[in-house]
């Protein structure tokens, strides 16, 4: 998960792969977010990214030619991003459909992973119990954080009032504070 060997995810759930992907992306998080491409358009452009995880949940559900432009990318280009790759059923059920490339399954030979292997599905409740955890763990540091600098801001003389009002009719934003000087 670690390394930049690109993944070839077969079987389990949709979700269980895209666990597995989040949990990859967790170890290239500072260099982008985990980009998630499900449609033969986004292909092209989500391989352009020279850095973070590129996933796709299921490949039979691309185009032949998007297949051919991973392969291109995993032959050619030395920047690239980590690329998973789901397959929701097994592997052979795919090439004997005809909708996996052979040069792709190829290229990912060495980096397989199935799911539906004996204790699999533990080992994904788990990553997904701590990518929850963390993830809570974080918000819980940013509140913390916020509700410290608003401490911090108070004690030294200025505060801080909430504005209900709207800036546009269009699309609500976020309501920003006023910052007075008491």
């Known amino acids: 998960m670690a390394n930049r060997a690109s ?7 949709e979700d269980e792969r895209r666990t597995w992907a989040a949990a990859a992306a967790r170890n290239f998080s500072q260099e982008g977010p985990l980009v998630e491409v ?12 020279t850095r973070g995880v ?5 490949v039979a559900r691309i185009s032949f030619i998007a297949q051919g432009l991973i392969v291109r990318c995993l032959q050619t280009q030395e920047e690239r991003p980590k690329i998973v790759v789901g ?9 004997s459909r005809g909708t996996l490339r052979e ?8 980096a397989q992973v199935d799911l539906t292997v004996d204790g699999m599905r533990e080992v994904i409740a788990q990553r997904r119990a701590q990518l929850a955890a963390e993830e809570a763990a974080r918000k819980a540091e940013a509140e913390r954080l916020a509700a410290e600098k608003a401490a911090q801001m108070k ?3 200025i505060s801080v009032k909430s504005s209900t009002r709207l800036r546009s009719k269009v699309a609500p934003r976020a309501t920003s504070p006023k910052v007075t000087r008491g």
């Open 155 to 157: 004690a030294s003389g």
């Open 87 to 95: 397959l929701s059923g097994a592997v052979e059920h795919a090439r």
């Open 38 to 49: 499900r449609q033969t358009e986004q292909v092209s452009e989500a391989l352009k990214k």
């Open 103 to 110: 040069d792709l399954l190829y290229r990912l030979h060495l």
């Open 54 to 58: 590129v996933f796709i949940p299921d």
């Open 7 to 13: 993944v070839l995810l077969s079987g389990g759930t």
